[in-house]
């Protein structure tokens, strides 16, 4: 079955960065796209952008360009992304999602577990 | 960016229908998207396209609407539907997400 493993919560200073893993199994991983939103009480769920797990190639919601990068690692079956330049406005929890075989193609039909992250001094 | 408008808050009575609405600034063509979220978990997708059902969910959840109109209906509701509700569009760049519905059984 499809799984998306996500990494543990993390404990971050303002300024720093950090980079939450997505580990996929269950389906060919550089078949499908790996997107990643944040949610936050406040701002509800956000949309950051996705990855061509086959080609690396991204596309990033332009509040999140210079925040975010996303990245693969095909031998490892893993999505990551690293958050730089952390504020406590960066604090939420962010899931990786896989969706059809292409994006917008159909809504988020899995879910990584989410992780949590905290930015404070 | 396109903005999904939902009202917050429903309350309603097990066995009753209930209808959640998700109105776009722009048009999506077909391409919205409906998730049920429980406290601390993941969002669950429900409905995708509009109206075809994801898989493994109930026939009780169905979905509706085009453009910039759409609705999410659940007949009859259950006790374990309590949860907030949330359309989200891949039609326009970036996807975006509604603030999501809060659905409490009475």
């Known amino acids: 079955q499809v799984q998306l493993q996500q990494s543990g919560a993390e404990l971050a200073k303002p300024g720093s960065s950090v980079k939450i893993s997505c580990k996929a199994s269950g389906y060919t991983f550089t078949s499908y796209y790996i997107s990643w939103i944040k949610q936050t009480t406040g701002q509800g769920l956000e949309y950051i952008g996705y990855?061509?797990?086959?080609?690396?190639?991204?596309n990033y919601n332009e509040k999140f360009k210079g925040k975010a990068t996303l990245t693969v690692d095909k031998s490892s079956s893993t999505a990551f992304m690293q958050l730089s330049s952390l504020t406590p406005d960066d604090s939420a929890v962010y899931y990786c999602?896989?969706?059809?075989?292409?994006?917008?193609?159909?809504?988020?039909?899995?879910w990584g577990q989410g992780t949590l992250v905290t930015v404070s001094s | 960016d396109t903005v999904l408008t939902q009202s917050p808050a429903l309350a309603v009575s097990p066995g009753e229908r209930v209808s959640i609405s998700c109105r776009a600034s722009e048009g999506v063509n077909s391409y919205m998207h409906w998730y049920q979220q429980k406290p601390g978990q993941q969002p669950k997708l429900l409905i995708y396209?509009?109206?075809n059902l994801a898989s493994g969910v109930p026939a009780r959840f169905s979905g509706s609407g085009s453009g910039t109109d759409f609705t999410l209906t659940i007949d009859p509701v259950e006790a374990d539907d309590t949860a907030t509700y949330f359309c989200q569009q891949s039609w326009n760049d970036p996807n975006t997400f509604g603030a999501g519905t809060k659905l409490e059984l009475k």
């Open positions: 396209k509009a109206s």
């Open positions: 990855i061509n797990t086959g080609s690396g190639g991204t």
């Open positions: 999602a896989r969706g059809g075989r292409y994006p917008g193609q159909g809504g988020f039909a899995y």
